[in-house]
Nanobody, 115 residues
Framework: QVQLVESGGGLVQPGGSLRLSCTAS????????MAWYRQAPGKERELVAR???????DYADFVMGRFSISRDKVGSTLYLQMNSLTSDDTAVYYC?????????WGQGTQVTVSS
């Protein structure tokens, strides 16, 4: 069973930055795609950013250049660098990975943007 574990969430002021991390129980380069999703209270889960095994990335429209998804060189950790955060970014952020025909999810990390 593959496990994904997120970390790095917390409380940040508007305009601030956070870097989320996701570690996997297997090398993340083995996933055909990895992604960050988020779910705000009362809303559906939505895609934030994703990266393919080959390194191609794409982002949700609401990111507007503020976030960056990346991996470390050894394939141990997936990151989401988030800058210029607003209250609209408050949500639980989930790491997800596609392996074969199966999607795996982490438990999520809470990000709260508030003054």
């Amino acid at each position: 069973q593959v496990q994904l574990v997120e970390s790095g969430g917390g409380l940040v002021q508007p305009g601030g930055s956070l870097r989320l991390s996701c570690t996997a129980s297997r090398n993340i380069f083995s996933f055909k795609m990895m992604a960050w999703y988020r779910q705000a209270p009362g809303k559906e889960r939505e895609l934030v950013a994703r990266i393919t095994a080959g390194g191609s990335t794409d982002y949700a429209d609401f990111v507007m250049g503020r976030f960056s998804i990346s991996r470390d060189k050894v394939g141990s950790t997936l990151y989401l660098q988030m800058n210029s955060l607003t209250s609209d970014d408050t949500a639980v952020y989930y790491c997800a990975g596609a392996l074969g025909v199966t999607d795996f999810w982490g438990q999520g990390t809470q990000v709260t943007v508030s003054s």
